[in-house]
């Protein structure tokens, strides 16, 4: 009897261990969740989540949970947790604009330690961006620039060529407007961030700085978009990223500067192939275009610093980068990126390069909200009101200056 439980007691535990064991097992087989936020459009995640994430998940045992954040709302969000003691998001695309406050507020990673993973093929422009004071916390992703789309049947019709300087941009909307009887040269003219980066390359154009506002270069810049004021598209007022597209599509604008997604949106997807685009056009000093885009960072405290690293140097590698191109027309942050783009597209690349040669970082600033404010109201009281252009920036001039001393600048 003795003997009989014996055996019994060993074949139970054997039983449990064995349980308990591929409990085990099981647990560890089981995917790590890598957090990411990214501020994307509808195609732009589905291209993400059926030809990007699936390979790094099959590849790392781990499931992708990407979050829709906006840029704006990143550091609100990371502090929330940092307070909390519970950092909740792995890996962060933010726009290059709005970095000074996520390195001011210890929210994200040093990473100056991992540079190595930046492939040689990376523009190297596009790593200072992610640098401040001499050390690196966010990675190149995505770049951007805005190209000049214009549409070659009317310009044909009315014997017009895209304009290359300020004198023939306004040319072209007199003539526009002459023949149409409306504006067909458009300006985003929102009066918001949308309108500060045309503000920033009409500046820099005619030799200036934007965190002066005041200088020579900003007063001709202003001046000449007074001049230019009453040849644009009404539908000026209402463009913007997104709104541009489709003013262009629907032939409100024969002229207009976008993000490069609009090649797939016009073009692509709405059939219209008379649709071309260039690099753009020069002022009286020199061509300029906003460096836009997004980078990556770590937040500080992440659960998953290792796999976030690895999704990063999956991210700036060829093979996503190519994807990313081809798919949504992005701008490439390698130079050997360009392999899978079709020949239809090819020309708008060209485009996009022309342009990213004279492409320049806005400031990263904490009292940036300051500078976007009062770069838009000038233009508002300038083009809309009718005030003298050097006594508005004058006083916006000075309104920077305050926002500069307040932040300890």
């Not at 541009?244 to 016009?266: C, D, H």
């Not at 690293?309 to 590698?317: N, T």
């Not at 492409?359 to 909200?369: F, H, K, M, S, T």
């Not at 920036?393 to 200056?401: A, F, G, T």
Request: hydrophobic share 40%.
């Amino acid at each position: 009897m003795k003997f009989k439980k014996l055996v019994a007691l060993a074949l139970s535990l054997f039983v449990v261990s064995g349980f308990f064991a591929g409990c085990a097992k099981k647990e560890a087989q089981q995917p790590t969740t890598l957090r990411v936020t990214m501020g994307l459009g509808e195609e732009e995640w589905k291209v993400m989540r059926e030809e990007i994430f699936p390979a790094f998940e099959q590849a790392n045992n781990c499931k992708i949970e990407a979050i829709q954040v906006e840029s704006g709302d990143v550091v609100k969000k990371l502090e929330a947790m940092k307070q909390a003691g519970k950092m909740e998001i792995d890996l962060i695309a933010q726009d290059n604009m709005a970095l000074a406050p996520l390195v001011e507020k210890g929210l994200v990673e040093d990473i100056s330690e991992f540079r190595s993973k930046i492939p040689a093929e990376i523009i190297p422009s596009l790593v200072t961006v992610g640098e401040f004071d001499g050390k690196l916390y966010f990675f190149p992703f995505r770049p951007n620039v805005e190209i000049n789309f214009y549409n070659e049947a009317k310009f044909n019709q009315y014997g017009l060529k895209p304009p290359t300087n300020w004198d023939e941009l306004l040319q072209v909307a007199k003539t526009l407007k002459e023949k149409e009887g409306v504006g067909k040269v458009g300006i985003k003219a929102v009066f918001d961030g949308n309108t500060t980066v045309q503000l920033f390359e009409f500046i820099r154009q005619a030799g200036g700085d934007p965190l002066v506002l005041n200088d020579e270069g900003s007063i001709k810049a202003y001046t000449f978009l007074k001049e230019l004021w009453p040849y644009l598209s009404p539908d000026s007022l209402k463009a913007d990223w997104n709104t541009t597209n489709r003013f262009i599509a629907e032939e409100s604008m024969y002229l207009a500067a976008n993000w490069p997604f609009g090649v797939n949106v016009i073009v692509k997807d709405g059939g219209k192939k008379e649709i071309k685009a260039y690099g753009g056009f020069s002022g009286p000093v020199k061509a300029s275009k906003v460096l836009g885009g997004d980078v990556l960072g770590i937040p500080v405290g992440s659960p998953n610093k290792e796999l976030a690293l690895k999704f990063i140097e999956y991210l700036m590698s060829k093979e996503v980068q190519e994807k990313l191109a081809s798919k949504l027309g992005w701008p490439s942050a390698r130079t050997d990126a360009y392999g899978q783009v079709e020949d239809w597209q090819k020309p708008y690349f060209d485009a996009i390069n022309e342009a990213m040669k004279v492409a320049e970082p806005r400031p990263n600033l904490v009292y940036w909200a300051d500078v976007d404010k009062a770069l838009n109201d000038a233009l508002k009281e300038i083009v809309i009101d009718g005030k003298d252009v050097k006594a508005t920036l004058d006083k916006y001039h000075q309104k920077i200056e305050e926002a500069k001393q307040k932040a300890g600048k």
